[in-house]
């Protein structure tokens, strides 16, 4: 079974700075593609930014040029790293993985989700 766990959300003021961690754990052979989504009170939950295993990136519109995705194939762990934060980006983020099993099947797993909160 596989794990994926955040840390990191906190409360911050406008204009500050947090990175999320997110690391996977368990039994897979292989981590495809990872990424951040949020969701927001009363929204639907939208992809903020995306990274492939040989890390190429993909953002939403909204957080280019504040956000970056990054990770660490030895420790299966991917990153947000959000500066200039606004009100906006308040929501909770969740961590995604395209994870191949030992079964050579893909499978995609969620994190339970942090909290940001950015407010004055």
């Known amino acids: 079974q596989v794990q994926l766990v955040e840390s990191g959300g906190d409360l911050v003021q406008p204009g500050g700075s947090l990175r999320l961690s997110c690391a996977a754990s368990?039994?897979?052979?292989?981590?495809?593609?990872m990424g951040w989504y949020r969701q927001a009170p009363g929204k639907q939950r939208e992809l903020v930014a995306a990274?492939?295993?040989?890390?190429?990136?993909n953002y939403a519109d909204s957080v280019k040029g504040r956000f970056t995705i990054s990770r660490d194939n030895a420790k299966n762990t991917v990153f947000l790293q959000m500066n200039s934060l606004k009100p906006e980006d308040t929501a909770v983020y969740y961590c995604?993985?395209?994870?191949?099993?030992?079964?050579?099947?893909?499978?995609?797993?969620w994190g339970q989700g942090t909290q940001v909160t950015v407010s004055s």
């Open positions: 990274i492939t295993s040989g890390g190429v990136t």
């Open positions: 995604n993985a395209d994870i191949t099993n030992l079964l050579k099947r893909r499978v995609n797993y």
């Open positions: 368990g039994s897979m052979f292989a981590i495809n593609a």
